[in-house]
T-cell receptor, first 117, second 115 residues
Framework: AQKVTQAQTEISVVEKEDVTLDCVYE???????LFWYKQPPSGELVFLIR??????QNEISGRYSWNFQKSTSSFNFTITASQVVDSAVYFC??????????????FGTGTKLQVIP | NAGVTQTPKFRILKIGQSMTLQCTQD?????MYWYRQDPGMGLKLIYY???????DKGEVPNGYNVSRSTTEDFPLRLELAAPSQTSVYFC??????????????FGPGTRLTVL
């Protein structure tokens, strides 16, 4: 069974600090996908990144970076020089195909990030 | 493109009432999903559909029904509302091929309260 653990329930940082959100996953599949979504206070879910299990290269997008390590089953998300607009709940998700080919997605419970001005 | 739209945005129901949450996507996605998000929790899958005419249960289907008569629409029906169904409901869609999960795009959510 697949599982996603986001052990950090809430994090508070002061603006301009760097912050890392942890994501640990469990899966028996060799092919799977990992995602990060952002849920700002307005409530919508915004896609941030998708990474497949064969691509362990780290990715950087502006102030956002992701560190994927299969050896530790982790897909951590770092925000550099945090800003107040980064305040949101961040969800990590794991997707694998079940025996019927359906894309089963499991979400973590989310990490609430508060950036204090 | 509007993406994924959901109506209504908010609704209060009395116990035992019925309602339909509407979801429409204009991206020609084959997969559509309904999730519920309870306070402080992640998303749990209620039902999903891999194409028009095909639906299947997710993690928490009890108390809900769905239909998929067109590619665009995926309504979620609550027949006898219960307080345990108080939640925020998200509809999502994706263009997915077997064994190649694609990004899900979410609607803005429907906040439902059952009293």
């Amino acid at each position: 069974a697949q599982k996603v653990t986001q052990a950090q329930t809430e994090i508070s940082v002061v603006e301009k600090e760097d912050v890392t959100l942890d994501c640990v996953y469990e899966t028996r599949d060799t092919t799977y996908y990992l995602f990060w979504y952002k849920q700002p206070p307005s409530g919508e879910l915004v896609f941030l990144i998708r990474r497949n299990s064969f691509d362990e290269q780290n990715e950087i997008s502006g102030r956002y970076s992701w560190n994927f390590q299969k050896s530790t089953s982790s897909f951590n998300f770092t925000i550099t020089a945090s800003q107040v607009v980064d305040s949101a709940v961040y969800f990590c998700a794991l997707s694998e195909a079940n025996s019927g080919g359906y894309q089963k997605v499991t979400f973590g419970t989310g990490t609430k990030l508060q950036v204090i001005p | 493109n509007a993406g994924v739209t959901q109506t209504p945005k908010f609704r209060i129901l009395k116990i035992g009432q019925s309602m339909t949450l509407q979801c429409t996507q204009d991206m020609n996605h084959n997969y559509m999903y309904w999730y519920r998000q309870d306070p402080g929790m992640g998303l749990k899958l209620i039902y999903y559909s891999v194409g028009a005419g095909i639906t299947d249960k997710g993690e928490v289907p009890n108390g809900y029904n769905v239909s998929r008569s067109t590619t665009e629409d995926f309504p979620l029906r609550l027949e006898l509302a219960a307080p345990s169904q108080t939640s925020v409901y998200f509809c999502a869609s994706s263009y997915s091929l077997e064994l190649a999960p694609e990004t899900q795009y979410f609607g803005p959510g429907t906040r439902l309260t059952v009293l």
